[in-house]
């Protein structure tokens, strides 16, 4: 596997679902979970792997894996991160950890099979269903019901805007499988950062040693519908103003907090009834407050309480709160990984993760190990997202020594 | 034709779209533009008028006529208003002036052919095509292309947001005419006031002297889209959080205006790529600004430039504005309505409509007459709107009354 293949091939992954026509300057990707782009990136992906002795299947929540089993009944690292993506944006935000799993445990097998690698667990990559959450909420779907947090029954009934169910969905490009999934005891994940901490301290690899607390919810704000042109200030019961007020108080949280220590952001909003000349008479909205702890989220959750019971003329409420808690990553698993690092010359920096990932709801669960290449100017969630390909060409060499390393048995035997 | 008549018949009317089952304590209607349910309404009241010697045929842009021509080749008068609505709006809106003129006409035809009544012009009823503006932008559409300040191909190639054009849609509930319709000499219409001034007053008819000045305007807010787990605030250019900021703008615009001086609102927003946990990247809205005289809607237009160009973070403009300049009702008309109420027995109030009615299109070209009956607390564009319902018989009788007088050629002959 050269690095000239490697990118060739990362190239061809972003053709399915690419936002603009080859040759243009700035491509991203529209490839959004089980549309017919994301089916056809997940079978090109399996089909090479399947090319290569790996065994493909799905799991009963639209999970791919890629399988292959040297030690029968024993568990497996798990390599891997998502196909899907968010409207619009850019090409690396999953499918690139994908790749680099693929071609990694490619070079692992062909290691095992010529004697030069002897393994104590199995081996397997995997596509999650739905990580961003962009036509199904919550994110982190596939991997959180793998792990158990999400009941499988609910994760299958939720809808998109449209109204299609996961399971319906899943059925609809051939992914809904009936089993369980191999069970992973490693995980590890390559991921692009998404910010700039890595850029800005000039280091190609990144070891995330833990998570920020997340708190993701839906508000409401109710008002009433009148006519825009007759009906007189004093009897407006405006749900779009009562929603702005809201849009710019977590936007004043955020601000006013020390730097670094609080995001807060609507990304939906939709109006009802939505229509010119008519006083909205419903708002809704998905916002997300993150911090480096639980407390300052709470903190600002508290504070956004308030500003909803101090508004005037309309009502609003807090519904479908979902809260993620900041949790240590594998200690050990960070250790190794920076060994891997040092291994092929890469510098590495230990850092935390604000956005959530597959390997964070694995690390619930299963001994984790995440690492990052930088995002040019931490641009993300956007066609212009971009990795120096140096950068990636590292990630995927650490990844590889990272998961060798994992498959021998390291660190300490393989029962920590 | 009896009050019970009018009454039955409006209930009747109600059921096209109705937004609650039979029965319901608050029962509105969804009868939006050239849908199933507005094809049905004019059906029905088309069904009767033909019934009663009148003749139904769509124009060009698909205003529904429906007509009676004593003297060959002689302009009519023209009563009506419009079946469309908003969504969930109430089941007065339009419907109630398209049904009272309906009974007028027939109840005036009845004399014409008893010989009780000697008319000067024609006669004919009309349901306006997509008044709301609620499927198609912009609002008045069928009778400003009836008028001609809208061109019938521009019209016609008007997309709803499924893309659906008002030609196709005309075409799929068979309402797309090739004629230009019976030439107006007089316009009248009978509407609910949409506010509170006839109720303060305790008074049941308004005759409407002028229109207040209107701007109505699109804006779009370009931003740049980002992960809003990872992305820091000083990298983040967030158009929801430019876009609140225009909203809350509008809003202060209006509140800080001597009292009743100004109104200015925005009744659709929507928000690109709208997913959660991606910054938006693109917000575009709908709003209109109303003040009696252009001079408060131009200032107020001048402020939200302001306050567009001093927007940090994003960047924003103002596309597709529509002014409606301020305009006096034809003068002999408001004296002509006031005699009719009188006759009667009405008591009568002259006033301003800061909402636009098709009545308000049609004065540009042809002598028009407006008359409002009060709305219980000055509700509209919801599905509790209401009158009552000795206002509405009222209504009828002051339309009929005044139709009779312009079909006699008064006032001051017919041709002032």
């Given at each position: 596997?050269t ?5 060739a091939?990362?190239?061809?992954l ?6 603009a026509?080859?040759g243009?300057?700035v ?7 089980a ?11 399996a ?5 290569n002795?790996?065994?493909?299947e799905?799991?009963r929540?639209?999970n791919l894996?890629?399988s292959?089993?040297?030690?029968p ?5 798990v390599l891997?991160?998502h196909l899907?993506?968010q409207p619009a944006?850019g ?6 950890g994908?790749?680099a799993?693929a071609h990694?445990a490619?070079r692992l097998?062909?290691?095992?099979a010529a004697?030069e ?12 269903f ?6 199904f ?6 991997s959180?019901?793998y792990?158990?947090?999400l009941a ?12 299609v ?8 490009i051939?992914c809904?499988?009936?089993?369980g ?12 950062e998404q ?8 280091v190609e690899?990144?070891v995330?040693?833990?998570?920020w607390?997340v708190?993701?919810?839906t508000v409401?704000?109710h008002?009433?519908?009148a006519h825009?042109?007759a009906?007189a200030?004093a ?6 103003v009562?929603?702005a ?5 977590l936007?004043?949280l955020?601000?006013?907090?020390p730097?670094?220590?609080?995001l807060?952001s609507?990304?939906r ?8 000349v008519?006083v909205?008479?419903r708002?809704e909205f998905?916002?997300?407050i993150r911090g480096?702890?639980t407390?300052?989220?709470s903190?600002a959750?508290r504070?956004?309480?308030?500003a ?7 009502t609003?409420e ?6 993620r ?5 594998w200690?050990d698993?960070?250790?190794l ?9 890469a510098r ?7 956005a ?5 709801a ?10 990052f290449?930088?995002?040019r100017d ?9 990795t120096?390909p140096d ?5 995927v060499?650490v990844?590889?020594?990272t ?11 393989d029962?920590?």
């Amino acid at each position: 596997m050269t690095p000239d293949a490697f990118l060739a091939d990362l190239d061809q992954l972003s053709e399915f679902g690419a936002t603009a026509p080859a040759g243009a300057a700035v491509r991203g990707v529209d490839r959004q979970a089980a549309t017919p782009e994301h089916a056809a990136a997940r079978r090109w992906v399996a089909d090479g792997l399947a090319g290569n002795g790996f065994g493909v299947e799905p799991d009963r929540i639209g999970n791919l894996f890629a399988s292959i089993e040297w030690l029968p009944g024993a568990p497996a690292l798990v390599l891997g991160s998502h196909l899907d993506s968010q409207p619009a944006a850019g090409r690396l935000d999953g499918a690139y950890g994908v790749l680099a799993a693929a071609h990694a445990a490619t070079r692992l097998a062909a290691e095992v099979a010529a004697g030069e690698l002897t393994p104590v667990r199995n081996l397997a990559v995997v596509d999650w269903f739905n990580e961003e959450g962009a036509r199904f909420t919550p994110s982190l779907l596939g991997s959180s019901t793998y792990t158990g947090a999400l009941a499988l029954t609910d994760a299958l009934a939720i809808e998109d805007l449209a109204g299609v169910s996961v399971a319906d969905a899943l059925r609809g490009i051939g992914c809904l499988g009936s089993g369980g999934g191999p069970v992973a005891d490693r995980y590890l994940e390559l991921h692009i950062e998404q910010g700039r901490e890595l850029e800005n301290a000039g280091v190609e690899i990144g070891v995330v040693t833990r998570n920020w607390a997340v708190a993701k919810f839906t508000v409401v704000v109710h008002g009433d519908q009148a006519h825009t042109g007759a009906t007189a200030l004093a009897d407006r019961h405006d749900a779009l103003v009562g929603a702005a007020r809201l849009v710019l108080t977590l936007r004043e949280l955020a601000a006013e907090a020390p730097p670094g220590q609080l995001l807060a952001s609507v990304g939906r909003l939709r109006v009802f009834p939505n229509s010119p000349v008519v006083v909205p008479a419903r708002v809704e909205f998905e916002a997300d407050i993150r911090g480096p702890e639980t407390e300052q989220v709470s903190r600002a959750l508290r504070e956004f309480d308030t500003a909803m019971a101090d508004l005037t003329e309309v009502t609003a409420e807090r519904a479908r709160v979902k809260v993620r808690p900041p949790r240590e990553l594998w200690p050990d698993g960070v250790a190794l990984a920076e060994k891997a690092a040092a291994e092929v010359g890469a510098r590495s920096l230990r850092l935390a993760t604000r956005a959530g990932h597959d390997a964070i709801a694995l690390s619930a669960r299963v001994p984790t190990v995440l690492i990052f290449v930088p995002s040019r100017d931490g641009i993300s969630h956007n066609v212009a997202e971009d990795t120096d390909p140096d950068h990636l060409l590292a990630g995927v060499e650490v990844l590889t020594a990272t998961a060798r390393r994992l498959l021998r048995g390291e660190p300490g035997g393989d029962d920590e």
